[in-house]
Antibody, heavy 126, light 109 residues
């Protein structure tokens, strides 16, 4: 059974750096064309993709947040870490990690998340 | 930046068919995915690669694609289908950044 679980602080202060960890089980971070995405959702708002990392260490970041994000993985620990610098109250959200599969087949590219973690709520406040 | 456009809301009566569209310029080259999200819960994948249904998802959920538009169809809508639905794809610029639509609130009258 594939599971993902987010962990990290519940509360961070403005200007601090947020570090979130996604621990996966049921699959390996070295599996070809598999990886982990981070997605967030402010209260009452839509999903917003933040970043992903694949088994070959291919990384991609949201254009609007790229300067603040860093994603990395530790395959031996089955963990993916996302850091977001200079936190602001507008970054208050539920943060999800999800398994992503990506590649090229039948003349189409595919990048989608098939299993999601339960999410962790982060509040930014002084 | 690349965008996916969904209607904010769709309303149907129980037993009717709900159709939720999602438009984006890269959809002719990128597969689309659909997620269902109920209040207080994580999103759940209901359609992948435009029209494939994951195991455990009821057959009343189906997906289709035509040009720059993909459609999620829910046949014989049930009260439990009331939720937010998000389409998702990726841009085709070479960076494969993931993009979500703004979400559609499905209301079962």
């Amino acid at each position: 059974q594939v599971t993902l679980k987010e962990s990290g602080p519940v509360l961070v202060k403005p200007t601090e750096t947020l570090t979130l960890t996604c621990t996966v089980s049921g699959f390996s971070l070295s599996n070809a064309r598999m990886g982990v995405s981070w997605i967030r959702q402010p209260p009452g708002k839509a999903l917003e993709w933040l970043a992903h990392i694949f088994s070959n260490d291919e990384k991609s970041y949201s254009t609007s947040l790229k300067s603040r994000l860093t994603i990395s993985k530790d395959t031996s620990k089955s963990q993916v870490v996302l850091t977001m610098t200079n936190m602001d109250p507008v970054d208050t959200a539920t943060y999800y990690c999800a398994r992503i599969r990506g590649g090229y087949v039948d003349y189409y590219y595919y990048y989608g998340m098939d299993v999601w973690g339960q999410g962790t709520t982060v509040t930014v406040s002084s | 930046s690349y965008e996916l456009t969904q209607p904010p809301s769709v309303s149907v009566s129980p037993g009717q068919t709900a159709r939720i569209t999602c438009s984006g310029d890269a959809l002719p080259k990128q597969y689309a995915y659909w997620y269902q999200q109920k209040p207080g819960q994580a999103p759940v994948l209901v359609i992948y690669k435009d029209s494939e249904r994951p195991s455990g998802i009821p057959e009343r959920f189906s997906g289709s694609s035509s040009g720059t538009t993909v459609t999620l169809t829910i046949s014989g809508v049930q009260a439990e289908d009331e939720a937010d639905y998000y389409c998702q794809s990726a841009d085709s610029s070479g960076t494969y950044r993931v993009v979500f639509g703004g979400g559609t609130k499905l209301t079962v009258l």
